[in-house]
């Protein structure tokens, strides 16, 4: 068996009654099978707190009204961990925030940007990120599992990262090569055609596209109409998502006032001297961290497709999930009366994370608005 982590993964520690949030309220932890034996088969002193504490029927931990696990106290801490140890936490608990990938003899594992802590590792991360693979003994094999895919699915996603990490390249232009990419891989998998993933890679190396993919990300860094229409959309998507935070609903409301409040005009004045800002007097490198948030969300999601063969969204929602952190910034920006700090980037990132990864009815509702939208950025039309 095969394990995959990115190269910050050995760094991250969870700071708990530190950390400025908690991973323990807003949703549901579910435990599993053998954690809850435990806690059934429990006679000490805690046993009636644990008996009391968790939903048998749903395999739950209870919630107070304001959604904070019943484990979870005053200041913060897990009263569980406190009273039986740290190896009687549910396999929940104990992971969070590593989440893992699972493909056959493969698993991939990555810390969740839901994290403010991880979230803090990822985006202040200088240098490109790598990945190192172990291996362990072990096999495993996945039903009705495609070989041939997932192994042209992760040489596609090799070469996403080298343009992603291509630091000579102006964002934009990286952002589009990776959709042109996903879409020219999306179009010979849906043909039948897989092998002719080999064409696509080989033109993507000789650099053939990059020059068409610099005039369309002029295209789109001009035209504010069609940036306002998508961001709208994407803002008007996210008020149907489940709502896992209250205050998330508040934050919406107000990016959507400070953006779209004022009509086109002004949301083109805002996003144009927020774009200057942040490109000259920002105190840290949008860059960087938007090249680190696409490697994180194209680590994550991309291979995925090997179960639905949905390739273009991945990179679709890599690319639209930047999209939507930027215009979340750039409201805070505007409120914050033009200044932004790393810590205000962490914030809206987890927060973004929070609400949106860790629902798999959000997640769908995301993709089957991208999935409509493949013209956006005018990718769909690329050869
Ligand atoms: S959110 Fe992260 S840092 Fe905060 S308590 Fe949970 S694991 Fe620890």
Redesign the pocket.
């Given at each position: 068996m095969f394990y995959t982590i990115p190269d910050y993964y050995e760094e991250f520690?969870?700071?708990?009654g530190?950390?400025?949030?908690?991973?323990?309220a807003g949703w549901q932890i579910v435990a599993d099978e053998k954690s809850l034996e435990e806690y059934r088969q429990e006679t000490g002193a805690y046993s009636a707190k644990l008996q009391q504490s968790v939903d048998w029927q749903n395999h739950t931990f209870r919630q107070d009204a304001e959604k904070r696990c019943a484990f979870l106290t005053e200041d913060?801490l897990c009263e569980m961990y406190q009273n039986l140890g740290a190896d009687k936490l549910c396999r929940t608990c104990r992971e969070?925030?590593r989440h893992t990938e699972e493909f056959e003899d493969v698993r991939e594992i990555s810390l969740s940007l839901?994290?403010?802590?991880?979230a803090r590792l990822v985006l202040n991360k200088k240098e490109p990120v790598c990945f190192l693979t172990k291996e362990r003994d072990g096999e495993e094999e996945f039903d009705g599992f495609d070989p041939f895919l997932y192994s042209k699915l992760t040489e596609g996603r090799q070469l996403i990262f080298e343009i992603l990490q291509n630091r000579n390249l102006p964002m934009e232009n990286r952002v589009i090569l990776m959709l042109g990419l996903a879409f020219n891989m999306q179009t010979r998998v849906k043909g039948g055609h897989l092998f002719g993933c080999d064409e696509v890679f080989q033109k993507y190396r000789q650099q053939v596209h990059f020059s068409e993919a610099g005039r369309r990300a002029e295209r789109w860094r001009r035209d504010f109409p069609r940036q306002m229409r998508f961001a709208r959309k994407m803002f008007g998507n996210l008020r149907k998502l489940e709502l896992l935070r209250e205050d998330w609903e508040r934050l919406l409301k107000e990016t959507r006032v400070y953006l779209f409040g004022k009509g086109r005009r002004r949301y083109a004045q805002l996003t144009t001297d927020f774009r200057l800002w942040l490109y000259k007097d920002a105190p840290f490198d949008w860059n960087i961290v938007c090249e680190q948030l696409l490697v994180y969300y194209i680590y994550t999601y991309f291979c995925g497709a090997v179960y639905d063969e949905k390739i273009f969204v991945n990179a679709q929602m890599a690319a639209a999930n930047v999209a939507v952190i930027w215009h979340l910034l750039a409201a805070r920006w505007e409120k914050n009366e033009h200044t932004l700090d790393m810590e205000d980037v962490t914030e809206i990132v987890?927060r973004f994370s929070r609400e949106v990864e860790h629902s798999e009815e959000n997640l769908r509702i995301m993709w089957e608005m991208l999935e409509k939208e493949e013209k956006w950025f005018g990718t769909g039309r690329a050869r």
């Open positions: 520690r969870c700071i708990a530190e950390c400025e949030d908690t991973c323990c913060n969070y925030p839901s994290c403010p802590e991880a987890y």
